[in-house]
């Protein structure tokens, strides 16, 4: 840097040192030319570039292998349909002879307690003694309880006497 350079930096320098007033500090803002960008005019859209018979050969493949592909799944959801529809109608016969069951043991004690009233009421017995004979059949069967398992006798401790 030459000495004109020196001088004018630390005039400005020394300037800021002083105090300024508001007043005299005036800000000047420089307009900003935006810059004009020129339209290009479209051009004409390139050729694709022709694909190599190696290209072509792979994406024929390519093809080939995505119709195989989607015959396969198609096949498996199928086989999974039929699975589970025959998977639904075994279930459904399972209940339904459940409860053709269930149906056939309500109609058989339907019957049973018929012929108790039936029976009863040609006896002309009292009203008491009849219930006491409903209730009797009426009640669940009692669990049979298991004889209690026979608890094995602690063995005697042996003690062992060691002289040192």
């Known amino acids: 840097m030459s000495q ?3 001088e004018v930096l630390t005039e400005e320098v020394v300037e800021e040192e002083q105090p300024v007033s508001e007043d005299e500090c005036i ?3 420089k307009p ?3 810059p004009i960008y020129k339209k290009k005019e479209p051009a004409e859209p390139k050729p694709k570039r022709e694909r190599t018979e190696a ?3 792979a994406w024929e493949k390519c093809l080939a292998n995505r119709q195989k592909n989607r015959e396969d799944r198609k096949k498996i959801q199928d086989e999974d349909a039929k699975l589970l529809a025959e998977y639904k109608k075994q279930l459904a016969k399972k209940t339904e002879s459940k ?3 269930k149906a056939v043991g309500i109609k058989k004690k339907q019957i ?3 012929a108790e009233i039936d029976e ?3 006896d002309e017995t009292d009203i008491e003694t009849v219930k006491e004979i409903i209730k009797k059949r009426r009640q669940p069967a009692q669990k049979k309880q298991l004889p209690p398992k026979p608890q094995p006798e602690p063995e005697p401790q042996k003690m062992v ?3 040192f």
């Open 4 to 6: 004109e350079d020196l």
């Open 27 to 29: 800000q000047v803002k």
């Open 32 to 34: 900003v030319k935006k």
């Open 55 to 57: 290209q072509k050969k």
């Open 99 to 101: 409860i053709v069951k």
């Open 112 to 114: 049973v307690r018929e």
């Open 120 to 122: 009863i009421s040609e």
């Open 161 to 163: 006497l060691t002289f």
